[in-house]
């Protein structure tokens, strides 16, 4: 069993790194047999989808770009769940979130192959109250348009998925409830993974 990190910052080893570092971690403390992968979209070049249609027909695209990478990983049948980390931007998620969550089609349009993964989402934003549950929810919906189980970070605090602050004066580090949800949200996908993909 398997689950991805994507981290979504064009800035490499930022906040929103650290946030999914924090989550895997807690992973592999729930479940330390669950292989976990982060994957960091600031060492990519992923563009946008541009509707050719080339994966109406195979799983495939036309654009030879840094996407190609993804292919065997998230079509690979033992993943299990799939974090995805995104900075607050203009109270959504960044662009390279959106160009990843986009290109996805392929796996929606060759049998739905995400179907029934574990989806977790973690917004880190500079303010407190800056959009981090708006971020969340919208790539929310691209999950539920895949089919995939949407969880939120689960018990105690059970709300949308990990909010964070990056912007606090001692830095993302010392956001202690900020961090108790990406840990509890870890926790949680391990949990719903292990009921729907254990053996
Ligand atoms: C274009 C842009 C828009 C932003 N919009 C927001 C926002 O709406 N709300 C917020 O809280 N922070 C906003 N921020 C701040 C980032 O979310 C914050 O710095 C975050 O920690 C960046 O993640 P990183 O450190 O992993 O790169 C914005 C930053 C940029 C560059």
Redesign the pocket.
Known sequence: MRIIGI?C???KG?????ALETCLQAVKVAAPEVETTLIDLSEMKINGCIACGKCLKVLECSQKDDFLKMIPILSDPKLAGLVVAT??????MTSQCKAFLDRCVMFRRNGFLLRNKVGGVIA????R????ELAIRAVQAAMLVQDMVVVSEGQPTSHYGAAL???HPDG?EKDSLGLETARNLGKRVSEVAARMHGS
């Open positions: 981290a910052s064009p800035r930022k906040s929103t790194f650290y900075p607050v931007y203009f109270g959504s880190v934003g500079g303010v109250n800056g959009g981090q602050w990056s912007g993302i």
